[in-house]
């Protein structure tokens, strides 16, 4: 059994038990989260169900890992023989989930 869930403007196929790294959710490590926005479910036996948009009643629980960065981007701007360089880093801030439970509803 595999669930499509939407966070963050992102879609994922998730199954129990796995680990993913979503972006940047408002809760603390060891907490629970639940996602509402399941797009499509498959069940074991075969069949296949699609929300429009969000299957009603379905939903997807995990635990939260932790919070933390990706690691640092560097944007480099650089024009020639006009001694312009920008040097400019970015992290982005992501949040480790661990699936516990997929509710067909």
Do not use: C, W
Not at 12 to 26: C, F, H, R, S
Not at 46 to 63: D, M, Q
Not at 65 to 74: D, T
């Amino acid at each position: 059994m595999y669930a499509i869930i939407s966070t963050g403007g992102k879609q994922y196929k998730v199954q129990e038990g796995d680990i993913i790294t979503v972006e940047k959710l408002d809760a603390e490590a060891g907490s629970s989260y639940d996602f509402d926005q399941v797009l499509a479910l498959s069940g074991g036996d075969g069949e296949f169900n699609v929300g429009a948009p969000y299957l009603s009643g379905a939903k997807v629980s995990a635990h939260v890992i932790g919070n933390g960065k990706e690691k640092k981007v560097i944007i480099y701007k650089f024009k020639s023989k006009k001694g312009f360089h920008k040097k400019k880093g970015h992290r982005q801030p992501f949040t480790k989930l661990k699936i516990d439970k997929i509710l067909a509803g």
